[in-house]
């Protein structure tokens, strides 16, 4: 996804998260145990959805997947 920490640290450094708001699960789990979280991020131009899908690893929730809203370049 960033290639390295680094990369991850960077690109967060630089697209600050104004907000967020409206989490939720409407569509419960996933047939592979996982949850896709709907949820309304403002990065400073007003919220928008976006969704991220939650993995439970040996007890441990995860992100996988891209954690970088559709449209923002990286």
Not at 8 to 22: E, I, K, Q, T, V
């Amino acid at each position: 996804m960033y290639g390295s920490e680094d990369a991850f640290d960077n690109y967060w450094d630089r697209n600050n998260l104004a907000g967020w708001s409206d989490a939720s699960a409407p569509n419960g789990q996933n047939p592979d145990g996982s949850v896709d979280i709907q949820v309304q991020l403002d990065f400073g131009n007003g919220k928008q959805p976006h969704t991220v899908r939650v993995v439970n690893t040996d007890g441990e929730l995860k992100l996988d997947g891209e954690t970088r809203p559709t449209g923002r370049s990286s």
